[in-house]
C-alpha cells in the first residue's frame, strides 16, 4: 500500500502543501446541512412550479407552505438514515448512488401512503402525487449532483495545486508526454481516471488501443476513445506522435504481454504497464505506479487461487516456524503466513543481517504480530532443541537449504549435511514436540538427479516420507521450479551483465528451465501444507518450459537494447552438476490430482524404513570421513535413477502440466 512512510521526504513534504492548500476548499458541517436543505427546498418549488406551469393558484399557495417543511424534513431525515450524508462529499462515486435511490424510495413511498390514505379534512397535507414524483427526482438528483460538483471543485483544484508545485520545483512546465493505453477493460479505466485527476503526471491519454472491435471509436473515459486495435498500433504511434504506450489489461497473460512486447520492439515504441489489477483493489500499489515491463510480467501465469479456509484453518491461532526466513523463498513464506493470523511467527536464519531485514519488514508492516527471529544454524541440534521446546511450532516450514548447484558441486560434503543430514534432525524434533505438519520444500532438480544438490534434495525426500511413517506429524514435500528473481537464479545474474554491457552468458542455448514467481511458489507451498495429510511428495503445476535463451534475449530486449547487437550472448558450456532440461516427476512416478488445480502428488514408489536410516549412517559417515569418491559413489547406488555423470536426458511427457 502507498502509505506515507512509503514515500520520499520530497514527496511527502509535498503532499503537505497540497492537503493545506485544499483546505480552503472544505465544507463546514453547518455549511453542507445549509446547502442539503437549499436544495430540498428548491426542489419543492419547482415541483410546484411545473405541475401548475408556473402558474401557482392562490389556494395552492397554503397547502404548498403547509407541505413544505414537512416533505423537506422528511427527506433530510431520509438522506441521513440511509447513509448519503456521512459520505465525504469530496470523495462521491457511482458506489454512494445506493443510498440515494433508498433514501428517495423510501421517502416518496411515505409521501404517496400519505397522499391516498389521508381524509378529506388534512387536504393540506396531501402532496399531489405529480409534484411527489417531480420532487423526488429533482430533490435526490440535486443532492447527488450537488456532491458530484463538490468533488468536481475539489479534484480540479488538486489537479491546479499539483502542477503548480510540479512547476515551482522544477521552475518549469514540462510538456506532457502523449501516450496511448493498451486496454480498455476495467483496469484501463481506472488507469485513465488516475492519470486524469493528478496534475503531476506527465501522461497525455491520446486514445485507448483494444482488439475488440465493437469498442472502436466507443468512449471509454470522458475524453478517451478507443481508436485502433493493435494491429493500428505502428500508424497511430506515427500519426499521434506517441512517446510511449502502456499496457491496462487486468492480470494479462504472458502471451498477451509477450506479443505486445515483441510488436513495440518491431515499431519501435517503449511499452510500460500497470500493477495487476488486484494488487490495486487490494490496495497494495496506486494505479499510477506505472512501470517498465518486468520479465515477471512474461513469465507470470493466471494469479493463484488460494482455497483461504483450508489455509487458514492450519495456521490461523497456531506458532509457525519458517526456517530459511531470511531467504527469496523463506522471506516470502513468512509474509504469506502472516496473512492468516498466526499466534507467533518464528523466523530461523542464520545470516544476520538477511533475518535482520525481515524481522524488520514483518514487523513495522505489521506492529501487532508477534514475531521472533532466531539467528540459529538448522544443524544445531541444542539450539533447535530449546527453540522447539520454547516455542512449541505447530507448523514447521522448512526451507532452509544449499540450492546453488555447481557450487555444491565443489561443496558435497555441505550440501548432503544441510539438505540431508539437517532435515532430519529439524525432522525428528518435528515429530518429538508433536509438531502438527511439517512441509519441505523441495526442488525439481531433485527429479533424475544430476547434481549433488539435486541427490541432496531427493534424499531428503525420502527422509520426510521415512518421517511420516514413524511420528504422528504430517510430513509433506513440495517440488517446484525456478523461482523469478531469489537470490543466485539466473535473471538477476543476466541483469547484472546487462548493466555493465554484456556479454550475457548462457551454458548452453537449448537449456530449457520451469520459472514461477516467488509469491506463487510460497503461496502453493501453503496451500499443500494445508491439503497434505503426510507422505506425499507435492509437484506445482509449472507451466512451460522457458529456453534460457529466450529468456536471455526476452531481458535484454525489455532493458531498451537488442540482443546479439548492442548486448552479445556469449556460451560458456554446460557446468558441472546441470542438465538441459529439468524434470517435475520420475516416468514410474504416478500423478494424482488434489483438491487445488496446480497441485499435483506424486506417488513414489517408497523405501524401507531400515534401508533410509542406514543410507543416512552411510552418508553420515561419508561426510564425517570427508570421502566424496565413497559418497557420490554410495549416491549412485542409493539413487538408480541419479545421473550424477553429468548426461541429461529429454524430459518426460506426462509433466505436471501435462497431467492437468
Given amino acids: 500500500m502507498n502509505t506515507s512512510h512509503d ?48 402558474d401557482l393558484p392562490r389556494d395552492e399557495w397554503h397547502n404548498f407552505l403547509v407541505q413544505a ?38 421517502s416518496l413511498a411515505i409521501v404517496a401512503i400519505a397522499r391516498l390514505t389521508l381524509p378529506g379534512d388534512y387536504r393540506a397535507w396531501r402532496v399531489p402525487l405529480s409534484v411527489a414524483f417531480i420532487d423526488c427526482m429533482l430533490a435526490f438528483g440535486g443532492a447527488f449532483g450537488l456532491r458530484v460538483l463538490r468533488r468536481g471543485i475539489y479534484e480540479n483544484a488538486k489537479r491546479r495545486r499539483q502542477v503548480s508545485d510540479n512547476r515551482n520545483a522544477d521552475n518549469s512546465q514540462q510538456a506532457k508526454r502523449p501516450v496511448l493505453l493498451i486496454g480498455a477493460g476495467q483496469a484501463g479505466v481506472l488507469a485513465a481516471k488516475e492519470i486524469d485527476g493528478r496534475g ?24 478517451h476513445r478507443v481508436v485502433g486495435s493493435t494491429k493500428d498500433l505502428a500508424r497511430l504511434v506515427q500519426s499521434m506522435d506517441i512517446d510511449h504506450v502502456v499496457i491496462t489489461i487486468a492480470q ?4 498477451d504481454i509477450h506479443r505486445i512486447v515483441k510488436l513495440c520492439e518491431q515499431i519501435p515504441i517503449k511499452v510500460r504497464i500497470i500493477p495487476g489489477l488486484y494488487e490495486i483493489l487490494d490496495g497494495r500499489v496506486g494505479i499510477s505506479r506505472i ?14 487461487q488460494l482455497d483461504v479456509q483450508s489455509i487458514s484453518r492450519e495456521l490461523a491461532g497456531k506458532t509457525v516456524m519458517v526456517t530459511g526466513a531470511g531467504g527469496s523463498i523463506g522471506s516470502e513464506l513468512a509474509r504469506q503466513v502472516l496473512r492468516f493470523s498466526p499466534t507467533s511467527l518464528l523466523l530461523v536464519e542464520r545470516a544476520e543481517f538477511a533475518l535482520f531485514e525481515i524481522d524488520q519488514e ?18 544445531d541440534e541444542v539450539k533447535m532443541r530449546a527453540l522447539f521446546d520454547l516455542y512449541r511450532p505447530q507448523v514447521v516450514i522448512h526451507a532452509a537449504a ?34 502438527g505438519v511439517f512441509v519441505l520444500v523441495s526442488t525439481d532438480k531433485a527429479v533424475r538427479p544430476a547434481s549433488i544438490m539435486g541427490a541432496s534434495k531427493r534424499v531428503a525426500e525420502l527422509v520426510v516420507q521415512d518421517l511420516n511413517c514413524r511420528f504422528e506429524t504430517r510430513y509433506v514435500a513440495v517440488r517446484f521450479g525456478n523461482v523469478i528473481g531469489s537470490a543466485g537464479s539466473v535473471i538477476p545474474i543476466f541483469q547484472q551483465q546487462i548493466r555493465k554491457g554484456g556479454p550475457v552468458t548462457i551454458t548452453d542455448k537449448r537449456m530449457q528451465r520451469y520459472f514461477m514467481t516467488i509469491p506463487e511458489a510460497a503461496q502453493l507451498v501453503l496451500q499443500a501444507s494445508a491439503i497434505g495429510q503426510g507422505g506425499e511428495v507435492f509437484i506445482l503445476h509449472m507451466g512451460e ?53 496446480k497441485i499435483f502428488i506424486n506417488k513414489l514408489s517408497r523405501i524401507e524404513p531400515v534401508a533410509v536410516q542406514q543410507a543416512l549412517t552411510r552418508l553420515e559417515g561419508c561426510v564425517r570421513d570427508r570421502d566424496e569418491q565413497a559418497l557420490r559413489s554410495f549416491l549412485d547406488e542409493l539413487l538408480p535413477e541419479a545421473q550424477l555423470n553429468g548426461k541429461s536426458k529429454k524430459p518426460i511427457a506426462h509433466s505436471a502440466g501435462a497431467a492437468q
Fill in 200 to 223: 503531476d503526471l506527465d501522461l497525455d491519454i491520446k486514445g485507448f488501443i483494444d482488439d475488440d472491435r465493437s469498442k472502436l471509436g466507443r468512449a471509454v473515459v470522458l475524453g
Fill in 545 to 597: 518450459l522457458v529456453r534460457i535463451l529466450d529468456l536471455a534475449e526476452t531481458l535484454i530486449t525489455l532493458s531498451g537494447f537488442k540482443p546479439h547487437e548492442d548486448i552479445k550472448i556469449v556460451e560458456t558450456g554446460i557446468r558441472p552438476g546441470e542438465k538441459l532440461y529439468e524434470e517435475l516427476q520420475f516416468e514410474t512416478e504416478e500423478t494424482v490430482a488434489t483438491s487445488h488445480p
Fill in 362 to 379: 514483518l514487523s513495522q508492516a505489521n506492529p501487532a504480530a508477534s514475531i521472533v527471529a532466531q539467528v540459529a544454524d538448522i544443524g
Fill in 291 to 304: 512501470r517498465d515491463v518486468q520479465i515477471e510480467d512474461l513469465l507470470g501465469r493466471e494469479p493463484v
Fill in 69 to 106: 417543511p414537512l416533505v423537506i424534513l422528511l427527506q433530510f431525515l431520509a438522506l441521513s438514515i440511509a447513509g448519503a450524508r456521512g459520505s465525504i462529499w469530496r470523495y462521491t462515486g457511482m458506489a454512494h448512488i445506493k443510498s440515494f435511490l433508498y433514501s428517495a424510495s423510501a
Fill in 252 to 255: 494479462a497473460s504472458r502471451q
Fill in 7 to 54: 514515500l520520499p521526504i520530497n514527496e511527502l513534504q509535498s503532499e503537505g502543501r497540497l492537503r493545506s492548500a485544499l483546505r480552503r476548499y472544505s465544507l463546514s458541517t453547518g455549511m453542507q446541512i445549509g446547502l442539503d436543505f437549499a436544495v430540498l427546498l428548491a426542489a419543492f418549488v419547482l415541483a410546484y412550479l411545473l405541475r401548475f406551469d408556473f
Fill in 402 to 435: 544449499h540450492k546453488h548447484v555447481p557450487l555444491m558441486e565443489s561443496n558435497p560434503f555441505e550440501a548432503i549435511r544441510n539438505n540431508v543430514l539437517c532435515t532430519r534432525l529439524l525432522g525428528e524434533l518435528a515429530g518429538e514436540f508433536q509438531t
